[in-house]
């Protein structure tokens, strides 16, 4: 939020945002307890959520019951109201999905492809979003959140390396608004942060004071937040651990090192294992392997143990450096949480408590819900930047509807979008 707090401009960008947060943590909210935890006047929150209000992103429920008194009117948010697309580009596929403002994901759809050329996924993740558009109908898109594995520079869009793609310095957020037009803002970061933003505005991170976040798939990465706040780095590589050391000996790495996570327990890594086995045929994926350990074949499912163990040495390695009030799990090592559990208790020792490690609680459609969080954060954390919000932002329709319309300073929040 670039506006001086102390101009009435900055003020009221600074308190829409907090009543909406406020809302959307504790709501249903009566006007009398938001003007408690706002520490403002009850004249100034009715100023607040009245717009609010007529911009449909709250609505006013019946009255609370109560001994005499002013009549308690609770707020609450709407989450339909706004969406944002959030979008994952995977090794194989791009999947995207429609997120409304609770994080909740209510469209979906995918692009079955391989690694290949950025234009191309671009172009096809482009595609997804233009059908997501159109089956939102009515209701505003805010914005496009975009998450990809390996190092991503969220101030700038750029995916400085992605192996699992064969990306370097990819400006992604350009070449994706230049095909979406400028209209529509963009915001890019790593797979495993935009877990981490998911999960602490929406999942199962909410309220924990700091939660480390493992990502498992065709790439390995983690994030750490302080509350809400998801740690970035000096050069917006923090939590690229794929190239920690988890075995003495083992397939090589890209990076020519040996027995390194990225190398032993990727999607990748136990897919190659298991054809080279015999356990699955070439071609087939980490599915017919999973479904293989499903059905009870011991080799199949020794295998998915074994890379288990490995991301249980890696969140030992989280809890000895940063020592999280929670670690969450998310991606293929899921059936196997009780393993990763045993695995980090037996090296961290101590009265350490294994349930510390949880599984993502953003359900089937988590690539999606992260990716569109990334939006959703920028959007809470500076509602104003995304949408004009007041009477100058709806114009009548001369049916006595209301039509919205963007924030006119769009371009200036695109450049800092990146760390909201």
Do not use: K
Not at 137 to 145: C, D, I, K, Q, T
């Amino acid at each position: 939020m670039t506006d001086d707090r102390r101009t009435p401009a900055g003020l009221r960008r600074a308190n829409t945002a907090a009543a909406l947060r406020a809302v959307l943590d504790e709501g249903p909210l009566p006007r009398a307890d938001l003007t408690e935890r706002l520490g403002l006047a009850a004249g100034t929150v009715s100023r607040i959520v009245a717009p609010l209000v007529a911009a449909g992103l709250l609505r006013e429920l019946p009255a609370l019951s109560g001994a005499g008194g002013r009549p308690r009117i609770p707020v609450d948010l709407v989450p339909r109201a706004r969406y944002a697309i959030g979008v994952h580009l995977g090794r194989q596929r791009t999947t995207a999905g429609l997120v409304d403002l609770r994080g909740r994901v209510r469209r979906v759809r995918t692009h079955e492809r391989g690694p290949g050329q950025a234009p191309h996924i671009i172009d096809g993740a482009a595609e997804l979003v233009a059908v997501l558009r159109r089956e939102a109908g009515a209701v505003p898109v805010l914005g496009v959140g975009v998450a990809t594995g390996g190092w991503v520079d969220p101030a700038t869009g750029v995916v400085v390396d992605n192996e699992a793609l064969g990306w370097q310095d990819v400006p992604l957020r350009a070449l994706l608004t230049g095909v979406l037009g400028a209209d529509l803002p963009v915001v890019v970061d790593s797979g495993a942060r935009a877990q981490a933003t998911a999960e602490v505005w929406f999942g199962c991170a909410r309220g924990a004071e700091t939660s480390a976040h493992l990502f498992t798939g065709n790439v390995i990465d983690a994030a750490l937040a302080l509350g809400r706040r998801v740690h970035t780095g000096a050069r917006s590589a923090a939590g690229m651990i794929g190239h920690l050391p988890v075995r003495a000996t083992g397939p090589a790495c890209a990076c020519g090192r040996r027995g390194v996570l990225q190398a032993v327990a990727s999607d990748r890594a136990v897919v190659d294992a298991a054809a080279a086995t015999g356990i699955v045929a070439a071609g087939e994926g980490l599915e017919r392997l999973s479904a293989l350990a499903a059905a009870g074949t011991e080799a199949a499912d020794g295998l998915l143990r074994e890379r288990a163990r490995h991301i249980g040495t890696a969140v030992a390695h989280l809890v000895d450096l940063f020592d999280p009030s929670l670690v969450v799990l998310s991606g293929g090592v899921l059936p196997y949480v009780d393993e990763v559990r045993a695995t980090a208790a037996g090296l961290v020792g101590g009265a350490w408590d294994p349930d510390r490690v949880q599984p993502t609680a953003l359900g089937p459609h988590a690539l999606a819900a992260s990716s569109g969080a990334l939006l959703l954060a920028a959007y809470y954390a500076d509602p104003l930047a995304y949408e004009s919000i007041g009477a100058p932002a709806f114009a009548s329709t001369g049916a006595g509807t209301t039509q919205w319309r963007p924030a006119v300073d769009r371009p200036r929040t695109m450049e800092r979008q990146g760390r909201p």
